[in-house]
């Protein structure tokens, strides 16, 4: 019945958003890929809206009901049937009346199984694409065939560029530079390499005047300019790839680097993508919680390697499940565990598949007594309230279902800012055991 109601839902959304968008005709930039979406549709949002009525999907709205409700500026209703109801009206109104609308909507364009975005791309003609990258293992692989198949249904959002559109690329990853290669749009290439229009260089990690860490610098080359960029409060290459692009759709809007730099300012990274929150005891927390796959915790690990610490002070990963990871699970959360023991002082890990993590860490010869392992999140936070002292830098990472963001709840400076702050602070969420 509930798979029922929502296909119904799901049908009447559809309908009224391709009607709507026929009689507002607002620009639409798309942005997909396997990792940072949201982080790239947000960055894009901070360019964009000081020169443009412009609005974003909300938090991760990519799939067939969450597209929809951005382009209808709607809520999620959840399971409430008066409140789809209303959505739907709202729908009704924008078509029957004339109101002031978006001149861009700027929505993130995700796939959970095959066919996802090819149904959506029938429908959905964007003006701009945004590809981000795709790893070696992505999320959601379990219901695809193999990784070629995640790029080719990507590949469908590609296809469906108007006419005239324009193609934006991440030069450092390779399935998407095949996918421009074989295209017949316009294309801006952003990566940290010179075949690249747009060339990050110079990253680096800054710091506080208590030596806590702050955020990410780097400079961006541009023809015969260089621009150095700064974004305050997030971590990691996503963060850098997610600016970048975000500057490339500046441009093909005249927006030059310059302006968008400072628009970057104002960026605030979404909650759970690498964001930098204070935790009690003066430690600082990489809040990494929105989700996991292999590719994204290498490059978090990465990150936290990176990181200058303090006098006396450790490094702790606080690990989930990968989820979704099929015949490759047992692999990936073993190699993970090798990984950690190269960068961190103590390896924490939740739930069932993790196990697997704290076995490649002891294997990779980490002290059997800095690796500690529970069942749920919020054990392990209460437990993490010990493990952890002064001025640790905590990096806290898992997959959705694991709900990891309970952990930061039991060990950030200040719980009564969760809902500002962290992921999945919604009433329906909470009532999720």
């Excluded at 790839?241 to 990274?269: C, M, P, R």
């Excluded at 978090?300 to 006396?312: C, E, G, H, Y």
């Amino acid at each position: 019945m509930k798979e029922f109601f929502k296909k119904i839902i799901t049908t009447i959304l559809k309908l009224e958003s391709i009607l709507i968008i026929k009689k507002y005709k607002p620009q639409i930039i798309a942005v997909t890929g396997s990792v940072g979406k949201t982080s790239t549709k947000d960055a894009i949002f901070s360019v964009m809206s000081d020169y443009f009525f412009v609005r974003k999907s909300e938090k991760s709205f990519n799939s067939d009901i969450g597209i929809p409700l951005t382009i209808l500026g709607c809520h999620n209703a959840w399971l409430d049937p008066i409140k789809w109801i209303r959505n739907i009206i709202k729908g009704l109104e924008l078509i029957i009346f004339r109101y002031n609308y978006p001149k861009w909507l700027i929505l993130e364009v995700g796939a959970d199984k095959p066919g996802d975005i090819k149904e959506i791309s029938k429908w959905l003609k964007p003006n701009i694409v945004v590809l981000t990258a795709f790893p070696k293992v992505p999320v959601h692989i379990e219901f695809f065939r193999d990784r070629s198949e995640i790029v080719r249904e990507k590949k469908y959002l590609v296809e469906a560029l108007r006419q005239d559109g324009i193609l934006i690329v991440n030069g450092d990853d390779e399935d998407s530079m095949k996918i421009k290669e074989n295209s017949k749009y316009i294309s801006i290439i952003y990566g940290t390499d010179s075949i690249s229009d747009l060339v990050a260089t110079e990253a680096k990690n800054y710091y506080g005047e208590d030596r806590t860490i702050e955020g990410t610098t780097f400079k961006v080359k541009y023809e015969d300019n260089v621009v150095p960029i700064v974004i305050k409060g997030s971590l990691g290459v996503k963060t850098i790839y997610s600016s970048l692009a975000a500057i490339a759709v500046g441009l093909t809007q005249k927006i030059n680097i310059v302006k968008s730099g400072e628009a970057l300012l104002n960026f605030e990274a979404p909650n759970g993508r690498m964001k930098i929150i204070k935790g009690i005891k003066s430690t600082t927390i990489i809040d990494d919680t929105y989700n996991s796959s292999p590719g994204a915790l290498i490059s978090a690990l990465k990150t936290l390697k990176d990181i200058k610490s303090k006098r006396k002070s450790k490094k702790i990963a606080v690990l989930g499940d990968m989820m979704e990871l099929g015949k490759h699970s047992v692999e990936e959360h073993y190699k993970i565990g090798k990984i950690v023991a190269e960068v961190c002082d103590i390896l924490v890990t939740v739930s069932v598949r993790s196990k697997k993590i704290a076995e490649g860490a002891q294997d990779a010869l980490m002290s059997e007594e800095n690796i500690f392992q529970f069942e749920n999140a919020i054990e392990a936070g209460k437990n993490l309230k010990n493990i952890m002292k002064e001025n640790d830098i905590i990096l806290i990472k898992g997959s959705q279902s694991i709900r990891m963001e309970k952990v930061v709840l039991e060990v950030m400076l200040e719980p009564e800012r969760a809902e500002e702050l962290i992921v999945r602070q919604e009433t329906e969420w909470k009532n999720i055991q």
